[in-house]
């Protein structure tokens, strides 16, 4: 076990004073924390004004404000700020949620309900009317659910129990797409996944095959001449696992830095142990990778399918699979789609 701490720190060690690669470790961080800053900076959206003082409108505006996406909602103080800011072009448009809003839709006043300010300049206020609604109606819904069915008399739980599974799988709304001749496949949504943990995870993934390439090369070098046997295997294992610990740290490191780590303490080690799974998995793939191929330079002229598969088949940029089902099938070849899997 001693002998084994030795080489594990010695392999760390020796991938430190590879000056390209330290450079790349010291990188990843901080060229991740840049890109992420400004995405988020650019990115910034449709900005949308709302304003309600009580009841089921501020508890919309408070909700639309909490949803991620293409649009960003935020709260202003007065009717009068909304309509400024929408008149100034600081807002594209502006939602103004009555008090009495729950008293409207139990009436079945639906109509002029919620009024909306936008300027004739802009053609995009459309796109935000169905987050609107759809997040009025998540939080307005179970209430109209209740009333009708203890007016028809239905088992109340039966029905919230319905309505809960039916509500957050995804499976009420769906797509269907059809080709001529090739059949037909659905699926629920299409999803993107955050580039900083897809890119961190490809990055690592590369790092095992990479360290198996070079150790390849150490090997046929004469590096393990005077050990043999399994030890021998262990050896190649810990030799890759220390490269790929490095890269990992990296990783973590671009996580918290970027926010984009699961929040709180169990969040924390959450973070810990799935890097630490995935880390020992990449080493142990890329030291079978490693005693399949043999040579360093057919590992090496092997990165491209790894890489180009990573990141065109696991959810990297976008979840693909979830739109065509046989890319999640071909996505299961690459160590990356596991372990972003863990975080959607």
């Known amino acids: 076990m001693g002998d084994s701490v030795i080489w594990f ?3 760390c060690k020796r991938q430190v004073k590879r000056m390209s690669f330290l450079v790349v470790l010291f990188c ?9 800053a400004l995405s988020r900076k650019e990115d910034g959206g449709l900005r949308i004004a709302l304003y309600g003082e009580e009841g ?4 919309a505006a408070e909700a639309l404000i ?5 649009c960003s909602f935020y709260l202003c103080e007065s009717e009068e700020e909304v309509k400024q800011d929408v008149a100034t072009g600081r807002a594209e448009c502006g939602y103004l949620f009555p008090n009495d809003l729950r008293e409207r839709l139990e009436q079945d006043e639906f109509r002029r309900s919620i009024q909306l300010y936008f300027s ?9 009317e169905e987050v609107v609604f759809s997040v009025i109606m998540e939080i307005y819904g179970p209430e109209l659910l209740e009333r009708y069915s203890r007016e028809q008399g239905w088992d109340q739980a039966a029905v919230e129990a319905l309505y809960q599974k039916y509500s957050a799988d995804g499976s009420t709304f769906s797509f269907r797409y059809e080709e001529d001749g090739k059949g037909t496949w659905e699926e629920n949504r299409l999803t993107a996944a955050f ?4 890119i961190g995870a490809v990055f690592v993934f590369m790092t095992g095959i990479f360290a198996a390439a070079a150790l390849a090369e150490d090997e046929k070098k004469g590096l393990f001449l005077r050990v043999s046997g399994a030890r021998k295997y262990w050896y190649f294992f810990l030799g890759i696992l220390a490269a790929v610990f490095l890269g990992a740290a990296a990783v973590l490191i671009s996580l918290f830095l970027t926010g984009e780590a699961a929040r709180g303490a169990a969040g924390f080690w959450k973070e810990i142990a799935a890097m630490a799974v995935y880390g020992t998995g990449v080493a142990l793939f890329s030291c079978l990778l490693k005693q399949a191929a043999r040579r360093g330079e057919v590992i090496v002229s092997l990165t491209p399918f790894f890489l180009i598969g990573s990141l065109a088949l696991c959810p990297v940029f976008i979840d693909a699979g979830r739109w065509i089902p046989g890319l999640r099938t071909a996505g299961r070849l690459f160590l990356p789609w596991y372990y972003l899997r863990l975080f959607r």
Not at 28 to 36: G, N
Not at 66 to 70: C, E, K, N, S, Y
Not at 120 to 128: C, K
């Open 9 to 11: 720190l010695l392999s």
């Open 56 to 59: 089921l409108g501020l508890e």
């Open 120 to 128: 004739p300049a802009t053609v995009l206020s459309s796109m935000s």
């Open 195 to 198: 580039p900083v943990r897809g």
């Open 28 to 36: 990843i961080p901080l060229l991740l924390f840049a890109v992420a």
């Open 66 to 70: 909490r949803l991620p996406g293409a």
